[in-house]
Antibody, heavy 118, light 110 residues
Framework: QVQLQESGPGLVKPSETLSLTCTVSYGSISNYHWGWIRQPPEKGLEWIGYISYTGATSYNPSLKSRVTISLDTPNNRFSLRLMSVTAADTAVYYC????????????WGQGILVTVSS | QAALTQPASVSGSPGQSITISCTGTTSDVGAYKYVSWYQQHPGKAPKVMIYDVSNRPSGVSNRFSGSKSGNTASLTISGLQAEDEADYYCTSYTSSGTYVFGTGTKVTVL
């Protein structure tokens, strides 16, 4: 059973860059899409973007100028970078696996809370 | 991209059926079969319940079903149980090649 685990700092200062990594265990990066979704405290889910196993990316238009998602296939992991963060970027960040060609976000990490504060 | 519209809350008694709507536009829900539904219990990661409008993943109870008509997708939970009490979110592929989530619905079992 594939498992996803987010890692990274839980506290980021305003105007700095948020960097998270998702490690994929018991499964291969190949033949799936890999994405990030976030949830501000007490609020709903927000789609950040995803990357295909070929490296093609798609981002939420409202975040596109600040976001980069990248693959590290040899190490079976992928990453999120979000630049110039503000308090509005405080959220639980989830990494997810998407079955290519479907809307099935079938595996999720447990989530990591990232707080933006000085 | 504007969030899909869901009712803030839906409630029902054990054994009843409830339906949650998810309204979008001709650029998302109305245009594609790529609509999925997620259940989220407090403090937990979401779990897929329905994908591609009406497909149920292995292991998900057949009490959950999905459908779509025009720009509105729906999730129906039949034989409501206490364990179904949770937040539910829809999501849809869009004409921009992205996904957008719904506003979320809190289901309460009375």
């Amino acid at each position: 059973q594939v498992q996803l685990q987010e890692s990274g700092p839980g506290l980021v200062k305003p105007s700095e860059t948020l960097s998270l990594t998702c490690t994929v265990s018991y499964g291969s990066i190949s033949n799936y899409h890999w994405g990030w979704i976030r949830q501000p405290p007490e609020k709903g889910l927000e789609w950040i973007g995803y990357i295909s196993y070929t490296g093609a990316t798609s981002y939420n238009p409202s975040l596109k100028s600040r976001v980069t998602i990248s693959l590290d296939t040899p190490n079976n992991r992928f990453s999120l970078r979000l630049m110039s963060v503000t308090a509005a970027d405080t959220a639980v960040y989830y990494c997810v696996r998407v079955v290519t060609g479907t809307s099935n976000y079938d595996h999720w990490g447990q989530g990591i809370l990232v707080t933006v504060s000085s | 991209q504007a969030a899909l519209t869901q009712p803030a809350s839906v409630s029902g008694s054990p054994g009843q059926s409830i339906t949650i709507s998810c309204t979008g536009t001709t650029s998302d829900v109305g245009a594609y079969k790529y609509v999925s539904w997620y259940q989220q219990h407090p403090g937990k990661a979401p779990k897929v319940m329905i994908y591609d409008v009406s497909n149920r993943p292995s292991g998900v109870s057949n009490r959950f079903s999905g459908s779509k008509s025009g720009n509105t997708a729906s999730l129906t939970i039949s034989g409501l149980q206490a364990e179904d009490e949770a937040d539910y979110y829809c999501t849809s592929y869009t004409s921009s090649g992205t996904y957008v989530f719904g506003t979320g619905t809190k289901v309460t079992v009375l």
